[in-house]
């Protein structure tokens, strides 16, 4: 076949995993800084794309179509994504990942994305693009900050949990293709499907929310969305309290459950692999693996 099966990714893509949980701090924290920048970058080209289209459920299929690109620039040209990394538990249920290095991987890559996500919303405040059409780009922006802003716990929760079910599923899929284009297309439906559905991707959120409240302070942008009072929930505390928090607490369970666990069940569990009981070789640390 020219395509891994099932089985094949999963026992192909222990080694990923295994190396990502050993990469050196200085490799976590550039790639990370780069995904979260490429994540946000798909969230810029969506929003632009879709900022004045009427139809919303063929916009919310285009904007997926855009946004899917972010993540092929990660997984193609090389990035951590914490939201990817999730899939290492597939390593610590196989037992050739440590559960500390698991976790450290996770904290510093998700820093690392925030950290990349809020440059390139400090940029795009700096371009000037959100005042193109009238200002109607940046209307489009406060307003998804805005929605996102206003969800309750339980429905963030859930959307987290749907959408990185299925970016993973993206990533899962891009380990079956041999070439570049079977990746792309890999990727490319899982991506636009969450997107269309409107769920919750908690690094696409450290743009989109942050994005908001920096074009809050721009008065011809906020007169143009004609939001009012609506803005009032566009604030840094329910960005943080109602909404990452509980969209990363789902984005983890979506895919450590539903994605990881299932997977390792169907095809590894049982396996003769032992754990690790020394590092790992210094030039298998250095290797940064490219994508999630």
Known sequence: MNYCSPQEISSNSLQTWRTKASLTLGNMVSLGILAGAYIALGAVGATMVTHDMVAVGLARLLTGAVFAVGLMMVVIAGGELFTGNI?????????????????????????????????????????????????????????????????????????????????????????????VVSKIFGIFFPIMLFVSSNFEHSIANMYYIPAGLLAKHMPAVVEASHLGAKLDTLTWHNFLAANLLPVTLGNVLGAGLFVATFYWFAYLRGSASKPLATPMAPALVRSAVAGD
């Open 87 to 179: 899939l290492i538990t597939v390593g610590v249920l196989e037992g050739s990942v440590r559960l500390r290095s698991m976790l450290r991987n996770w904290a510093v890559v998700y820093f690392a994305n925030f950290a990349g996500a809020l440059l390139v919303a400090y940029l795009m405040y700096a371009s000037g693009l959100w005042s193109y059409n009238n200002n109607q780009v940046g209307a489009a922006v406060l307003k998804l900050a805005a929605a996102k802003t206003g969800l309750s716990f339980g429905m963030a929760l859930a959307r987290g949990v749907l959408c990185n079910w299925l970016v993973c599923v993206a990533v899962w899929m891009a380990f079956a293709g041999k070439d």
